[in-house]
């Protein structure tokens, strides 16, 4: 039985050949696992700043949030613009749009792949920190992992279903890319990433709240931290977010590929 | 010496005859520099409030700091990224014989093939920041300092330039490390701040391994007149170590570069 065009032999063999594939440029991941120390340089500015105070993330609280951070971002990285226009351009989308499976799919499980992958190096770049912050050193209940865990899988789908809108104007315009910066740039200040969004002055995080960037990397890292924090708000908002995109990307994404034969694909 | 210069107006040339075709891709890169300076400054500004400072900085003169490092920001978006970020290309695809092949420098080929002109308007924005910070923290700009802050950030942008370059040398083994030089940029991104406003080892750390400091704080500290001169030494040998090893490190990888024939 097909749920979604998937079953079960289908996403074993998916996620299979996926992790072996990026199991071979495992260099290249551990690169990229270290270039997300971002949250690691803002970590030592904040905690040295006068400007603490106003964060609200008191002791140790500073130090869990951003490692917190680091690892949420770890795990919904997205880039599936960038393989998607390739695809594009190169023509090898074609024999994936004939085949009995949404293409999407076959990104979603190279992301899953590459997060597997990933897992050692950013376990070491999280132990590496507890030797040089030990009294930072705490573990999760349970309950508190599994949440962070869903929060952060969730932020995953957001993030991967607004990368496949833009990947879906690919069909209209060759440079994604280029529209994918413009949302790159807001998340990066507000996602929570370069500072908790309890540093922005009131009247911006309340605009900020209304849109999808605050439960990207905020939201799932004080899960994580063990922050008190609003959860069935946040959960909620992660749900109407994937639940306003999902069905935008499926419309865009048809209509793309109506046009895309009519080029004579 | 004729002959490079020549060949560098013919590159730059059709670089920005290429680019030009894209109009709208152009206002989306503006969109993006002012987005994103737009962000460094209100980031920026929440480490300052009544009596705040940053590591001893205050707002005006951190605007200095943030008009330098958007500065050497543009540089990396109009030079560096093109240029180098192609590097694994040649080498995947095997172009890179080519490139060996030609009458002409070869690590003057790689680092000066195109340029994407997008990256100066933030260039030229940072250099308007930075005039603006200085300014309202009182800076006369007499000749001396003037030179000197243009010969310092001139050794930041030859460090810059070693750093990336060390790098991205590295993709001639590791042929799909797409961006190695994407650590690097993360890792520079620490340059947004005053060097006084990271713990002392990491202070120490963003002055000799990693030379950010030389990028944006010290020439900061030059256009307010409290650089010293030892300082300014450093810089200054710091940037012919990092260039010579640059240098004989892709006349090194060169030698183990087995090509797509071989």
């Known amino acids: 039985m097909r749920v979604f065009g998937l079953n079960r032999r289908i996403v074993r063999a998916l996620l299979g050949s996926q ?5 071979e440029y495992r260099a290249e991941i551990a690169l990229w696992a270290l270039s997300g120390v971002l949250p690691f340089i803002m970590l030592s500015l904040w905690s040295g700043s006068d400007a603490r105070s106003q964060l609200g993330l008191d002791g140790v609280a500073l ?11 770890q795990f919904s990285v ?10 594009a351009l190169l023509g090898r989308l074609s024999p994936y749009l004939l085949q009995p499976l949404h293409p999407l799919w076959r990104y979603v499980a190279s992301h899953l792949g590459e997060q597997l992958t990933r897992l050692p190096f950013a376990a070491g770049i999280a132990g590496v920190f507890f030797l040089i912050q030990p009294q930072a050193f705490w573990i999760p209940s349970l309950a508190g992992f599994l949440l962070a865990w869903l929060a ?9 279903l607004l990368q496949s809108l833009i990947a879906s104007l690919c069909f209209w315009s060759e440079k994604a890319t280029a529209l994918e910066r413009l949302l790159f740039l807001p998340f990066l200040f507000f996602s929570g990433l370069l500072a908790p969004l309890t540093a922005f002055p009131p009247a911006v995080q309340e605009w900020v709240r209304w849109t999808p960037f ?7 890292a004080r899960v994580l931290s063990g922050d008190p924090v609003n959860l069935a708000a946040g959960f909620a908002a992660q749900l109407a977010w994937v639940a306003l995109l999902l069905p935008l990307v499926l419309v865009l994404w048809r209509a793309g590929v109506r046009r895309y034969s009519a080029m004579g694909a | 010496m004729g002959r490079y210069w020549r060949t560098l107006r013919r590159f730059w ?7 030009l075709e894209y109009q709208l891709n152009v206002l989306v890169e503006l969109l993006a520099v002012a987005l994103s300076l737009g962000g460094s400054l209100l980031l920026l500004s929440l480490f300052f409030g009544p009596g705040r400072e940053l590591g001893g900085w205050n707002w005006n003169q951190a605007l200095i700091v943030q008009g330098f490092y958007t500065v050497f920001d543009g540089m990396t978006t109009a030079w560096l990224r093109p240029n ?3 590097i694994v290309t040649y080498v995947r695809e095997g172009t890179l014989d080519f490139v ?8 003057f080929w790689v680092s000066l093939r195109t340029f994407a002109p997008a990256g100066l308007s933030e260039v030229v924005l940072g250099l308007g920041l930075a005039g603006w910070g200085a300014h309202q923290s009182g800076v006369v700009l007499t000749p001396v300092v003037l030179v000197t802050v243009l010969l310092m950030l001139m050794v930041a942008a030859l460090i810059l330039y070693s750093l990336w370059f060390l790098i991205a040398a590295t993709s001639i083994w590791f042929v799909k490390t797409w961006n190695a030089t994407e650590v690097l940029r993360a890792l520079l991104a620490s340059g947004r701040y005053p060097l006084e406003a990271y713990p002392a080892p990491l202070r120490l750390l963003f002055t000799l391994v990693l030379p950010v400091a030389f990028l944006t704080t010290v020439p900061a500290e030059v256009l307010l007149g409290r650089a010293s001169l030892p300082l300014l030494a450093l810089g200054f040998v710091l940037a012919g170590v990092f260039f010579a090893a640059a240098r004989g490190f892709w006349l090194f990888a060169l030698r183990h570069y087995t090509s797509a024939s071989s």
């Open chain 1, 19 to 23: 992790y072996a594939h990026m199991l």
């Open chain 1, 152 to 160: 952060t899988w969730m932020a995953f789908a957001i993030t991967f």
């Open chain 2, 13 to 19: 040339g059709t670089a920005l005859a290429t680019q």
């Open chain 2, 100 to 107: 060996l092949l030609k009458p002409i420098d070869s690590q």
């Open chain 1, 63 to 73: 130090d869990r949030y951003f490692l917190s951070a680091f690892l949420v971002r």
């Open chain 1, 214 to 220: 605050p439960y990207l990397i905020d939201f799932p």
């Open chain 2, 84 to 86: 180098l970020g192609a």
């Open chain 1, 78 to 87: 997205v880039w599936m613009v960038y393989a998607f226009e390739e695809d």
